[in-house]
C-alpha cells in the first residue's frame, strides 16, 4: 500500500512543481513514507534522516517529510527527537501534502498532520489522475482494520475499515488501463472487507473490472480467512481475469494460538475456505504468513502449523519470528526462546521453500501464460510473471511489453522460472 500511496503522493506534489529525481544531492524535498509493520521501523527512519543529514551537510537543507504509518504513530514526537523533520503526515492526511509544504514555505513552521480522514483523503485523490504507468498498478479499494489482532498495529495506524466509493473505483481503473496498466492488484488492510454501501462487494468489484477491455489480469490483497465469502470464491470460478494465487494468511496452524493472537477463526475453518476455494477452481494457489514464536507457543503448537503446511502446500509465503509492536497487546507478553524459535523459523522456511522448489519443477517443459513487464537490458531477454506470481525470465527476440505471450520453461531456481518464447496465442495452461 506504500507503493500506492507513494506514487499518489507525487501525483499530488507534481502539481505543485516538484518532480522527481535520482539525484540524491538535487532534491529540495524528501519525503520518506514509513511503514510501522517492519521491526525498528522507528530507529529505521531516523537512521535514514541521519544519510539526508550527512548528505547535505554542505549544502541548502531540503525539506523533510515523514509519511506514513510510523508518522502516525509517532507524531509530534518524531519533530522532538530529530529537529531536522520538518513535517509528520499520517497515511490518512497525505492528501493535504501539497497545502502543507506551500505551508511550511510561508511560515516555517513545523507541520504535523495526523487526522484519519480517509473520506477527505479519497474525495482528494480522485481529482488529480493516477499517473502511473507500468504494466501492473496497485489501487486501493479499503483501508483499515476492525479485527485487532493481538500482534499488529494497523488498527492503530490506519483507523477502522473504510471501504471506497465503487464509481470512484471503476473511475481510477479505467484511468490506469488508459495509461498502459495490463495488471491491477486491488489494495486493502482487509481487502476482502470490501463493502460500500451495503451494496458493492470484493466481488462486485472483481466482476466490473472484469468487463474493462485492455485490463489482462486482477487480483487483490491482503485477505482475512473470515471474509471470504461464497460470492468472492465464486469469483474464481467465474472470472477469467482473477489470477488463481490468493494470499491468505493464517499466521499459526495451532487453535491455541489462533486465539491467543486474536484472529477470530482456527485452523478448521480455514481448511474449510481452501477446500471452497479449490473446488471452484483446481488451479488455485496459496500462499500464507506465518508468525513463528509467537508468545506461549509450544513445540506442540509449532507441530501443527507444519501440519497444515504440509496439507495445503502454500507457495510464495511469508515467515517472521514474533517480534512485539509498540503499543498491541502481544508487545506485553513474554517472549519465546530466541533459538528455540531460530530454530523453529529454519524448520518452516526449509518446508515452505521445497513446496516452492515442487512447484517450480511442474512448470518444466509446459507452456506457460506470461505477462511481459520488462526487457532486460542490452539482452533479448524479458521478465514475465506466470499466473501464479513466478517470475519469469525468457528468450525471445521480439516481443511487446504488456502483451500476454506463451513461454516454455526449460529450467528454474526456487524463485524464478526461466524459459524460451512460444507464441502469443494463448493456449497455455
Ligand atoms: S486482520 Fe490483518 S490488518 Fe487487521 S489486525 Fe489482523 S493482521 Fe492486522
Known amino acids: 500500500m506504500n507503493e500506492y500511496d507513494s506514487n499518489r503522493i507525487y501525483d499530488l506534489a507534481s502539481t505543485i512543481g516538484f518532480n522527481k529525481t535520482d539525484v540524491k544531492k538535487e532534491a529540495d524535498c524528501f519525503v520518506l513514507n514509513t ?9 529505521k527512519v531516523y537512521n535514514e534522516i541521519g544519510r539526508v543529514k550527512k548528505d547535505f551537510k554542505n549544502l541548502k537543507k531540503p525539506l523533510v517529510i515523514v509519511s506514513g504509518c510510523v508518522a502516525q504513530a509517532e507524531s509530534e514526537e518524531m519533530i522532538k527527537r530529530e529537529p531536522y523533520i520538518d513535517m509528520i503526515i499520517g497515511p490518512q492526511s497525505y492528501h493535504k501534502i501539497r497545502d502543507s509544504i506551500l505551508d511550511y514555505e510561508r511560515k516555517k513552521e513545523k507541520i504535523s498532520e495526523t487526522e484519519f480522514d480517509v473520506v477527505g483523503k479519497f474525495d482528494e485523490l480522485k481529482k488529480i489522475s493516477n499517473s502511473h504507468n507500468k504494466i501492473f498498478s496497485y489501487l486501493t479499494i479499503q483501508e483499515g482494520c476492525d479485527k485487532f489482532c493481538h500482534f499488529c498495529v494497523v488498527p492503530y495506524t490506519r483507523g477502522p475499515e473504510y471501504s471506497r466509493p465503487f464509481e470512484q473505483i471503476i473511475d481510477e481503473a479505467q484511468n490506469l488501463v488508459s495509461n498502459g496498466v495490463k495488471e491491477i492488484i486491488l489494495l486493502g488492510q482487509n481487502v476482502n472487507a470490501y463493502n460500500y454501501n451495503k451494496k458493492y462487494t470484493l466481488s462486485s468489484l472483481i466482476r466490473a473490472l472484469s468487463n474493462i477491455k485492455n485490463l489482462k489480469r486482477i487480483r487483490f490483497i491482503t485477505s482475512h480467512p473470515n471474509d ?19 494470499h491468505l494468511p493464517i499466521q499459526s496452524g495451532s487453535n491455541k494460538i489462533l486465539k491467543l493472537m486474536n484472529r477470530k477463526h482456527d485452523q478448521k475453518y480455514y481448511m474449510s475456505v481452501v477446500e471452497k476455494l479449490k473446488k471452484v477452481n483446481k488451479d488455485i494457489k496459496i500462499s500464507s504468513d506465518f508468525i513463528v514464536g509467537y508468545p506461549g507457543e509450544t513445540e506442540r503448537d509449532f507441530k501443527d502449523t507444519i501440519k497444515l ?11 517472521f519470528i514474533f517480534s512485539p509492536r509498540p503499543g498491541t497487546l502481544a508487545a506485553s507478553k513474554k517472549l519465546n526462546n530466541l533459538t528455540e524459535n531460530e530454530k523453529r ?4 522456511q526449509n518446508i515452505l521453500e521445497n513446496f516452492q522448489n515442487k512447484n517450480n519443477k511442474k512448470y518444466l517443459q509446459q507452456n506457460c501464460e506470461v505477462l511481459i513487464e520488462n526487457k532486460l537490458n542490452n539482452q533479448k531477454k524479458y ?3 506466470t499466473k501464479h506470481m513466478t517470475p519469469v525470465i525468457f528468450e525471445a527476440d521480439n516481443c511487446k511489453i ?3 505471450v506463451n513461454v516454455k520453461i526449460i529450467s528454474f531456481n526456487q524463485k524464478n522460472l526461466f524459459g524460451i518464447y512460444k507464441t502469443n496465442k494463448m493456449k497455455a495452461a
Do not use: Q, W
Open 309 to 319: 503446511v504440509k496439507k495445503i502446500g502454500f507457495i510464495n509465503s511469508y515467515s
Open 345 to 348: 523459523l529454519k524448520k518452516l
Open 383 to 385: 521478465f514475465g510473471r
Open 402 to 404: 504488456g502483451e500476454l
Open 35 to 43: 511503514c510501522h509493520i517492519r521491526e525498528k521501523a522507528t530507529e
Open 228 to 246: 471470504m465469502t461464497e460470492d468472492l470464491i465464486e469469483c474464481y470460478r467465474d472470472c477469467k481475469k482473477l489470477m488463481p494465487l490468493l
